[in-house]
């Protein structure tokens, strides 16, 4: 058992009660913001290459682009063009996500609604949905080992790479109290989700915590922090893009990755 997690979890358990109606009060003042548009498109940088890069992005809301209106300029959208350029190569992207799903939902319910393709890498957003429902690190290791294994098992040798877990303590619409339960909650699972995917050949977790002041000095952006939001809970056109840029930057840092792709042209 995570110490950490037994630990909070102890003193947890008599806030539950305070929390569960917190977050009520949170779901009904936050607008309900649909999924983004748009669920494949490509890249075009040159005409060289026979065949472009096809990236599948799957996961829960952040990948589904709530809070913009296309996925063109959402995430996925965002780091096919990047990685395009950082490349130089044509890219095509495909996105399968939903807003609300575990990580078991999306082995369960989305994997399998994947068309029989080919696909150079996968990229997946999870963790916010897990947290949320308080699921425990070690259910959650073992959910997220039996993903790898769905996806593996359909798209063989083709690179996984998992993206940095959600900033729940930086969402402007939660309260102090769900910020320290879920955002603790979240970076455990962040570091369970670190262990198994270096158990794994060819998966990666780019695992960087996630702040707005790390983000506003990095990327020297002139903005507030909540420009970063589109409704105090998902992410804005700005940060989808930020953080695409972010994703990109490190497969184009990581040899292993870059070479896999390097050896497509």
Known sequence: MNLRFLLGALISIPLLPLMYYQGKRIIASVPKLPEAKGLAGS?????????????????????????????????????????????????????????????????????????????????????????????????????????????????????????????????????????FIVGNLVEILGEELKAVATDHENVFYFGDKITLSGWIEKFQLKKKKEDFFSDGVHPSKLTYQTWAKYIAREIFRTEKIKNALNQLS
Request: with cysteine.
């Open 43 to 179: 890249f075009q940088i040159n005409e060289k290459n026979e065949r472009p890069i096809k990236i599948i992005s799957i996961g829960e809301s952040t990948i589904a682009g709530v809070g913009v209106e296309t996925h063109e300029e959402g995430f996925t959208g965002t780091l096919a063009k990047e990685i395009s350029k950082l490349l130089d190569f044509n890219v095509d992207w495909r996105v399968y996500a939903r807003s609300g799903y575990t990580a078991k939902r999306v082995e369960y319910k989305l994997i399998p609604k994947i068309s029989k393709c080919r696909a150079d890498l996968i990229i997946v957003g999870l963790g916010g949905n897990d947290a949320f429902t308080l699921n425990r690190p070690t259910k959650w290791k073992n959910e997220i080992d039996s993903l790898i294994k769905s996806i593996k098992t359909k798209f063989p040798g083709t690179v996984i790479i998992f993206c940095n877990m959600p900033p729940i303590k930086e969402f402007p619409a939660f309260t102090s109290l769900i910020k």
